[in-house]
């Protein structure tokens, strides 16, 4: 236990961690540009204003095919006066040719008559018609970009055409980023007891790359104070700025913390944040280092607070990454005044309002990030939110793949993912979402108009009868039933069923170590409904309430010795590898009201259901049956 | 006058082109994919789901600096009766490590004492408490990504976490770009009579970038039949899909249409749109190849409705690559019912409200699409929108930079490129933005609330006052007049005066070729001022009526010997390399309601006009003083 624990004394709110380094930073920091080839310079910031160096028609042109003339030569001309013009009167032009002095007029070649004598016209020409003057577009030293301009590709087609081949740029802020500590390998590394996959730094690498810099990723250092210092000292030579990625053991952000404050100067170490209070801004010989935290959610606000505004302060970006969007929040959200809190949430578009629900706030999901649309963020000042409240949502998933998204919350099963991956390969720009909170979590989520539909197995102890029965009970408006699967439910088990559990009776006791559901999951349900069946009281099972979120986390539990056995759906067996013992098969469908079903992303969800790619995906899996799927019962 | 003239007899509506098109593409486009390294798969779209590997956290992991027990030997403990565990009993751990049978529970640092005999506890644990199981995160065999996604950093860190090290993904579809014509010529080139140089190829490879696409420009192809169909037969064997894209000769677009015709189906021949009718739609051994017309705005419109929709079906991308707003236009918009037209619009953003106002509508004018913010769309079904109605906009450029822009209406001068040059230097996020219509029409657009501003020099007659007097004619509101500066016209002429011109009384007789400015123009109203005290009759003045819309075009036509002379500001002749005879000085400055003062870009505006660095570029310039710039006179 002898290891120091460092603790912040204590934390400052993010708004004024921000101002106080950005400033210290723009006070200090060098804007570096570069010339490069017009051709190449897509994306790319000007570094000062661009004036064009020809004009641009380079001459003046004939905007039309017919004859150049002299206007002069033209006056008389009437329908009953025709003026014939010799051969040293005119020139032919197409639309584009040049026109030189004495000719200062054009005249369609609608207009004219070929007669042996000349061309014969019956209307006179005003000077300069159907002339487009040199520079009609652009004007030599005039100014073609403002400084600070990111180059897009007409910018590039105007610079060639005003004469412009190369062009002074923002260089992109080069940018070390340094993952440490002991534990951590490479992804392609042998994995041991204990490892830990660095990978912070490859999405570091690419968050630098997004906002405007480039990402030079360096290997692993161990926890060891003088490496540490000494290559970060040697990047702060050769880079623009530094990030230091703590390991995830304690112990490492001492190392950094100390090291920057030995090398330059700690500006704040500690910051008012939810996830992400580790975080030091320092300042290194004249260059930003940031210190950012293990935990990857802690270490994506960290560098979206922090790192992204200096990089774009280096790269003269000013774009917003995120668009903000105002949703409907599905649950309160309590927050402590100590801090700002960043919750991730799914987002959906149901009827005229977007949705909020909130994921998992610990700090080392990122799994969570990835399934999540954005953020939504409390304000240190206030203490949470009111299920139902407005709150303004910055997104990082577009937001028309939202509104194309079928919002669907409920039971957790494998085929919800072969869904999502069919919907957006056949039906373009549609996407499912699922957020897995059980069969009874759905429905709720249903009735409160936060989802298009609900997965659920709920079986009616009763009638015997599934899913109708609920549905009957719990809404008013008109509802109906997609029907979805048969699946088999059971235990699973080690491979090879060392205990040799032969059904739901050998769990009781004590000795075998279960892992169950949570409450309102239709799996809970049934194994509730079979332990009355079997008039066994579930105090005598060891971990009745020990509760996971989905068949793949028991499955996982139970391959990983972290439990004896824990009920699911074979799928969940197969992959985890496990042994697998029958308790019986369940109907799996979904709940959505009559007024979604004609949704296109609803109507495509069903088509997927009946089609036989979606059967052969699934037969794959094992342990379902889909006759019926994507029938509709109206009720 | 023997060139065949190729005229479309039907043109097909737009959305009817593309319909026809994208489905017959979409039956014979084969999507491609590749394997790449997931480091680097930054903006790749997933080929198909991706499963997990591994499962994150890899092993039971400790969620706290403590010790790992079994939590059996911990149930006894009390406050009043404590528990002494062992060495044997526990492991030290710290947050991240490890957790292995027969512990399964983690008591945390600061809830135990270390003593002579073991350690002392006076709280049971529970079962699993302080762990981070196996999977929490991520479970092997759990999809992370649908199919069709596109990749961001943090999928990228979940991807290598979760043991993925290649990823399938789309690959980007190869386009082949052809320019033809036999007078384009490369930008570095040495210019002769009637070249033009060739851009639209780059833009076009940018374009395919930004679609998701790898554009692969080739040199220029004369207009030779057999030229242009051999390299576009060998370019349909090698590539994904082919542009050709007419020189700006109008015999071109003939070759082009026969050419594919030969080698393949040519669908659609010339779409109802403007600019942008000559598009050619066809498909080659299973390729498709698109004919794009030459002038460039045509060409960037043709591109947006025809090449983006096939590349991003190739590429299977979905985002939508403008963003949409909602904005009062201008001025009334008239438009046929023979074509959807495209106006280029500049947008800003004035009070509460977005107001687009309408820019040049000919298809030549590049530089227009360079200065427009946007397109209104008008559907071939209206005939236009009247002044002040509500449209909606496609915006090129970000809303944020719109949200932030000095909206500038009026009179042209060189310092208004200045300021837009330092604005976005100097201060973050800002811009300038101006249109150029005259004094008098930046007066009654700030009027119509469409400008935060108009800069203006308007003499007045009766007092030989400058601009206050027209404000407190024209304006209810308060209003405030920022000073700008002090500038001499005169008339400009060619370099060493070849005619001998003296002053404004030369330019009567009929000899002199003079552009004059458009009505409404300060330079106009002085213009008309002096001929009035020489008693000179505007009909004595060759060129009266040939109007230009700034100095820097009616330098740009004395320069090219289109005029022998015209009124501007020295600055103008300056950059034209002209000589110049002084007229006399003026005062050019800028109206604004006071209700804009005091926005944050205004006032930087102001602060601007203030500082030495805006004082030292104009002395640059020459031909100005600005003793009291940024001055505010409130009336």
Redesign the interface.
């Known amino acids: ?1 002898g ?1 120091k ?1 460092n603790l912040y004394l204590q934390t400052i709110p993010v708004e004024e961690a921000k101002e106080k380094y950005l400033s210290a930073v723009s006070s200090i920091v060098d804007v570096k540009y570069e010339t490069i080839d ?2 190449q310079s ?1 994306d790319r910031v000007t570094a ?2 661009v004036y064009a160096k ?7 042109a004939s905007a039309m ?1 017919g004859i150049a003339v002299k206007a002069a030569d033209t006056s008389a001309a009437t329908e009953t006066n025709p003026v014939i013009l010799r051969e040293d009167q005119y020139v ?1 032009v ?5 026109i030189h ?1 004495p000719c200062d007029a054009v005249i369609m ?1 609608e207009d004219i008559v ?1 007669t042996e004598e000349g061309v014969k016209i019956i209307a006179s020409a005003n ?2 018609q159907h002339i ?18 990111k180059i ?10 005003a ?1 412009i ?1 190369k062009i002074d740029v923002v260089k992109k802020p080069e940018v070390a980023i340094f993952p440490t500590g002991t ?1 951590i390998i490479e ?2 590394a042998e ?1 041991e ?8 730094s ?6 630098v ?2 906002a405007g810099g480039t990402g030079h990723r360096f290997p692993p250092i161990i926890d060891d104070y003088e490496q540490i210092r000494d290559q970060v000292s040697a990047a702060v030579d050769t880079h623009d700025m530094v990030i230091v990625n703590a390991g ?4 490492t952000e001492d190392f950094t913390v100390h090291v920057l404050r030995e090398l330059g100067e700690v500006l704040v170490h500690g910051v008012a944040v939810k996830p992400g209070k580790p975080v030091i801004l320092a300042i290194v010989r004249g260059k930003p280092v940031i210190g950012l935290p293990g935990y ?1 959610v802690s270490a ?1 606000i960290g560098f979206e607070n922090f790192v992204t505004p200096i990089i774009q ?1 280096m790269a ?1 970006r ?3 990454l995120t668009e903000t969007v105002e949703a409907h929040i599905s649950k309160r959200l309590v927050s402590s005044l100590k801090h700002k809190e960043y919750v991730r949430v799914k987002v959906g578009k149901v009827g005229d309002k977007f949705v909020a629900a909130p994921l998992a706030r ?1 700090a ?7 399934r999540a649309d954005g953020f939504c963020v409390i304000e240190q000042s206030s203490e949470g939110v009111e299920a139902g409240e407005k709150v303004n949502i910055d997104l ?1 998933r ?1 937001r ?2 939202i509104e194309n998204t079928v919002v669907i919350i409920g039971s957790h099963d494998l085929i919800l ?1 072969v869904i ?6 056949r039906y ?2 549609m ?2 979402s699922s957020t897995h909170v059980g069969s009874m979590g759905g429905l709720m989520a249903l009735k409160r108009g936060e989802a298009h539909m609900a997965p659920i197995h709920l079986l009616d102890e009763e009638t015997g009868e599934y899913n109708i029965p609920y549905i009957k009970k719990l809404f008013r408006e008109p509802m109906a039933l997609i029907k979805g699967v048969h699946r088999i439910q059971g235990i699973m088990v080690k491979k090879g069923n060392p205990l040799g559990i032969k059904g739901i009776a050998d769990l009781a006791g004590g000795d075998i170590r279960y892992v169950n559901r949570q409450r309102g999951a239709g799996t809970r349900v049934l194994f509730d409904y079979r332990l009355k069946q079997e008039n066994i009281d579930p105090e005598s099972i060891n ?1 009745y309430d ?1 509760e ?1 979120a ?1 068949h ?2 028991v ?3 139970v ?4 439990a004896d056995a824990g009920m699911g759906v074979l799928s969940a067996a197969k ?2 590898n496990l042994d697998f013992i029958e308790v019986g098969p369940e109907e799996y469908d979904f709940a959505v009201p009559v007024k979604h079903l004609e949704l296109p992303h609803i109507r495509a969800f069903i088509e997927i259901l009946q089609s036989s790619g979606f059967r052969d995906r699934i037969e794959e899996l094992g342990g379902y049956s889909a006759e019926n799927a994507g029938n509709i019962i109206m009720m």
């Not at 020809?54 to 003046?60: A, C, G, I, M, T």
């Not at 995830?248 to 112990?251: D, L, V």
């Not at 080392?364 to 990835?370: D, Q, R």
């Not at 999502?420 to 390969?425: C, G, K, L």
């Open positions: 236990m290891k624990r017009v051709t897509l000062k204003a020809y004009s641009s028609p380079l001459f003046n095919d032919i197409d639309t584009g040719d040049p002095p070649a070929e000077s300069w487009r003057p040199i520079g009609e577009d652009i004007v030599a030293g005039e100014m073609i970009l403002p400084s600070s301009h897009r590709p007409i910018d590039i087609g105007v610079l060639l055409s004469g081949l534990e992804p392609d994995i007891d204990g490892s830990i996959i660095e990978s912070n490859r999405m570091f690498e690419n968050m790359n997004v995830s053991s304690a112990g990857p994506y302060m003269k000013t774009e917003k610990g080392g999901a990122a799994m969570s990030l990835v990082y577009s028309s793949e993912d999502a991956d069919i919907m957006p390969n373009r720009n996407f499912v971990g020990r996971m989905t793949m986390a499955a996982a539990a391959a990983s010795d972290g992959a985890m």
